[in-house]
């Protein structure tokens, strides 16, 4: 047989081998390999030593229903039930500064209650540990002494010299039933396959989009009373059970330079249900910007994504000071699900939380709410409502100049950019 023969044949048997490899290797045993490109929940920067960050972000939302919280101040205590939900945001991370001896390299938690106000701890290096993915062991991460996993949380913080930061937080969280973004070898979690792409600034993981949490929180917070300076200690101790969770993660050299990003899985009637959203310039090695995004739907435990992967576009993307709204229209390969999406921003609160800026330092810089509420249809390919629900407790970052992603988002008619990632 002539060499060039063979060639055809090589790449049959190559392209065999690999169809086998794929169809052989289920989510599992991806993860057993030990290799973190299929483990994103656990901590990427073993081997990093300066400008990275990577940070853990859990979500916790009280029962919608109804919760019993129980305050106290230094001479009155009571028991009142509350009609609206309580949520709080904690994420441990850790930031290394632009060389390897920079005084801004630490560990961090930073925790934000009802998108009202943050608080800013602040540890030292070996105070963070975690679990190694390649020795099978299971995923946890630990600041100071609180412990992080699938399984729950311990927050025992409380602020120290030179922290930005006037909360008490205690408490102990269990989690069940979560649901992670499936990986598999071609589409690595809510990146997809861009997560092969060498050199991306920033990347973004969901490990959870919902779950159920049982168990309470107690924090105490000082507040300042006029200029005569009279403080008042709060104590409060909130039941988490039947709440639900979320847990997402990013890490790499810095945040894009602008995004739009929206989370909520507190839906009154359809418990489970959960919207993610996440759009943003992103920068490649050569130097070009394209916008990119990746959105996903977690419901009736079944994923649909919207990325640019699974084919889907924009029909709508607009961006004020009183909402956003979103309508994106999946590949046929997907459902050809359309999905319509309206955040309420007015009278919503928001709060500057701290991010990495021009890799050297942490410092508050992204404006955060908690609490918005989103309107969410979702529509199948004969036009029929699937899904029609009011979330609550909805996270919203707009961030930068979002008016270049209403120009160049892909999918619109007036877009002036033709590829998206």
């Avoid at 959105?295 to 000071?321: M, N, Q, V």
């Amino acid at each position: 047989m002539p060499p060039l023969a063979i060639v055809p044949l090589l790449v049959a048997t190559a392209a065999i081998s690999i169809g086998r490899f794929v169809a052989n290797r289920p989510e599992e045993r991806l993860r057993q390999t030990g290799r973190l490109i299929f483990n994103p929940d656990f901590f990427q920067g073993a081997y990093k030593h300066q400008s990275y960050f990577e940070g853990w972000y859990y979500k916790f939302a009280s029962n919608y229903v109804a919760g019993t919280m129980n305050s106290t101040t230094m001479d009155t205590a009571s028991n009142e039930d509350i009609d609206a939900s309580f949520s709080i945001a904690v994420v441990p991370g850790i930031f290394l500064g632009n060389s390897t001896t920079s005084t801004e390299s630490h560990a961090f938690i930073f925790v934000t209650i009802n998108g009202e106000k943050q608080h800013y701890f602040r540890f030292e290096l070996d105070e963070f540990s975690y679990a190694d993915a390649a020795k099978g062991e299971e995923y946890y991460i630990q600041v100071g002494d609180n412990h992080f996993s699938h399984k729950g949380v311990s927050l025992n913080l409380s602020p120290r010299t030179g922290d930005d930061a006037t909360l008490t937080l205690n408490g102990k969280l269990t989690f069940a039933n979560p649901s992670p973004w499936p990986v598999s070898l071609f589409h690595l979690g809510a990146m997809g396959p861009v997560g092969w792409m060498p050199g991306l600034e920033c990347t973004h993981g969901v490990l959870s989009f919902d779950h159920e949490i049982y168990g309470s929180l107690t924090f105490m917070d000082k507040h300042g009373r006029g200029e005569m300076d009279t403080t008042t200690t709060v104590v409060t101790t909130i039941s988490m059970d039947n709440g639900r969770g979320y847990t997402e993660k990013d890490f790499g050299r810095s945040f894009p330079s602008l995004w739009v990003w929206i989370q909520t899985n507190s839906f009154a009637r359809h418990p489970g249900t959960s919207l993610f959203v996440s759009i943003a310039r992103i920068p490649t090695p050569l130097g070009l910007e394209f916008p990119g995004f990746t959105a996903a739907l977690w419901h009736d435990s079944t994923l649909i994504p919207f990325a640019t992967w699974s084919g889907a576009k924009f029909e709508a993307l607009t961006i004020s000071k009183e909402e956003v709204r979103i309508v994106i229209k999946n590949s046929k390969r997907y459902g050809s699900h359309r999905v319509e999406i309206t955040v309420d921003r007015i009278d919503v609160p928001e709060v500057l939380l701290y991010a990495p800026k021009n890799f050297s330092r942490m410092e508050p810089l992204v404006w955060e709410a908690l609490r918005g509420t989103v309107h969410l249809r979702l529509l199948n390919v004969n036009e029929e409502v699937v899904l029609d629900e009011i979330g609550t407790n909805a996270g919203l970052e707009v961030h930068g100049d979002v008016d270049w992603l209403v120009d160049n988002m892909c999918g619109k008619k007036s877009a002036n950019r033709f590829v998206c990632l």
